[in-house]
Every structure is written in structure tokens, then in C-alpha cells.
């Protein structure tokens, strides 16, 4: 993953507070009450710019939901991440990184049961190759999942993608929060 820049400037400002119509802010304090400890964060208020966009992405909630309904908290969190990382998403692969590392684990050095290893080739497959998935990665997911739960594992791995398209295209600038969690993809140099 790039290493974003931090003094980036973005495509589209995100709607600030003062800026959003009574529609948008409506949509706002929905979401925040209905997803607990979620945010504003640069990304939904860039898609702020249309009531429509912001409605549509953020129904990534209810199937991330549903991905922690099949494969647990944590595999959902880092499905999520390896189809972010696969996208080269600055934006998303920190935020799954802030995840991984609050949680007590280091991105870079995960210890992964072999169905774990599985669902996240899966993810980074779908996101790498444009959802063109050769058996070998395919079979191991047919064998611990039922067609309806694959579905939702592919659903959810296109939204999440569409996400990270988004974020990509625009130059989302990853949220101050985030930053002490971007990956040092630079070398150090010897003093």
C-alpha cells in the first residue's frame, strides 16, 4: 500500500458541518445512531455531496454485519483489510489497520488459522483480479460456506471495493485519527 500523502489535497472537499444541507445532517445523525461509535468521518462527508451516494455506502454496515455473523469479529475486520490492501485504499487499509493494532495484533505479522488464511485470500483475490477467482482460491471458501453466506462474502467484498474505488478516485485524505496507524512502507535510511 502507498503511503499517503499527508499534505494530499483532496478532489472534493468533504462537507463540513455548517456546509450540509438539514437533509444531509438528518442522514448523519441517523447513521451515527443507528452504528454506535461511528463518525463523520472524510469519507462520508465527501459522500455527503449527494444524499443518494451516502445512503447507497453506507449500507456496507448491515453486510459488514452480516460478514461478522458468518466468520466472527475478528476475520470480518481482517477480510476487510486484506480486500482494502489488495485495492491499494490508503484510506480504508488504515482504518482496518487501527482495528488489527487496538486489538492487541500487528498487520504485518497476523497468525491466521488455515480457513482464515482462506477467506482473506478470497477477499484479496476478488479485489486483485476484478472478481475473476481461480478454483484453487474458490474451493476452500465452497467447502466452509454455504451459498448463501458466500454471497454475502462477495457482496460484502464489492462494497467494500466500491469503497476503496471511491475513496481512490477522489483522494479521500485519511482522517488525522488515523494517522499514527499509516504503514512506514518507506525504507529508513542508515545514519
Known sequence: ??????????????????EASTEIRELW????LDYPGSTITNMKA?????ALAFTVYMQWYPLYYQVIEIVGKRA?????HAISEASDCPLCTTFFRKIIIDNGERPE????????QHLLRFGASIAQHRGEVPAAVYEPIRQVYNPAEIV???????QMIATN????????VVDDYLHAYLPLT???ENE
Request: aromatic share 6%; charged share 20%; net charge negative.
Open 46 to 50: 465527501t459522500l455527503s455531496h449527494s
Open 76 to 80: 470480518a475486520y481482517l477480510y476487510a
Open 1 to 18: 500500500m502507498p503511503l499517503q500523502d499527508t499534505d494530499q489535497k483532496p478532489r472534493i472537499a468533504p462537507l463540513t458541518t455548517a
Open 109 to 116: 505479522d497476523l497468525l491466521l488459522s488455515g480457513d482464515e
Open 186 to 188: 518507506k525504507p529508513q
Open 165 to 172: 474505488l471511491f475513496n481512490n478516485a477522489l483522494d479521500v
Open 29 to 32: 445523525e441517523k447513521h451515527i
Open 152 to 158: 454475502v462474502l462477495t457482496a460484502f467484498a464489492g
